[in-house]
């Protein structure tokens, strides 16, 4: 069975910098995907970033970027250029090519500071 | 484009009433999934249904039933409600090997 672990439950960061949120994936299968989610204190799900197993290059949408490091297992989101509205809980998810449901990792609340 | 809509957006139900959550979606997506969502804790899969008239469970499916009623809507029912299913409830789509997952707006579920 797959297993998402988010060690960060919170996390802070000064506006302007860059911010890293870790994730751990655990697996037997070959091929997955992986995704990040944005949930603002409104409660919605927001699609951020998704990253194939198969994937040669790091996934990169906007200042939303992927750190895949596939021996060590973890998907870890970059933030870069933090701003006020990044502050919310975020959330990494896996898919088993095969598999249409989602797994997610507990989440890791980012507070961003002025 | 409206994407995947739920109603109600908050309910409050005494222990015992049944009551259904309705979830539709306009993105032509074949997979459609029911989530839930504990304080603390990330989202987990209640049933999902990969195409029209097919449903499978996920990891907590006790307690609810689901209806794939046609592509557009997949509803969750709570036959009989107790205290443990006090939650936010998410109702998302997906194309069948899509990269995203879509989420509704959620509905917030309180059961005295």
């Known amino acids: 069975a797959q297993k998402i672990t988010q060690t960060q439950p919170g996390m802070f960061v000064q506006e302007k910098e860059a911010v890293t949120l870790d994730c751990t994936y655990d697996t037997s299968d070959p091929s997955y995907g992986l995704f990040w989610y944005k949930q603002p204190s409104s409660g919605e799900m927001i699609f951020l970033i998704y990253?194939?197993?198969?994937?040669?290059q790091n996934a990169t949408e906007g200042r939303y970027s992927l750190n895949f490091q596939k021996a060590r297992k973890s998907a870890n989101l970059v933030i870069s250029a933090s701003q006020l509205g990044d502050s919310a809980m975020y959330f990494c998810?896996?898919?088993?090519?095969?598999?249409?449901?989602?797994?997610f990792g507990s989440g890791t609340r980012l507070q961003v500071q002025p | 484009n409206a994407g995947v809509t739920q109603t109600p957006k908050f309910q409050v139900l005494k222990t015992g009433q049944s009551m259904t959550l309705q979830c539709a979606q306009d993105?032509?997506?074949?997979?459609m999934y029911w989530y839930r969502q504990d304080p603390g804790m990330g989202l987990r899969l209640i049933y999902y249904s990969a195409s029209e008239g097919t449903t499978d469970k996920g990891e907590v499916p006790n307690g609810y039933n689901v209806s794939r009623l046609n592509k557009r809507e997949f509803s969750l029912r709570l036959e009989s409600a107790a205290p443990s299913q006090t939650s936010v409830y998410f109702c998302?789509?997906?194309?069948?090997?899509?990269?995203?997952?879509?989420f509704g707006p959620g509905t917030r579920l309180t059961v005295l």
């Open positions: 990253q194939g197993s198969y994937d040669q």
């Open positions: 998302a789509s997906s194309i069948a090997s899509g990269r995203a997952t879509y």
């Open positions: 993105m032509n997506h074949n997979s």
């Open positions: 998810a896996m898919r088993l090519t095969g598999r249409r449901a989602l797994t």
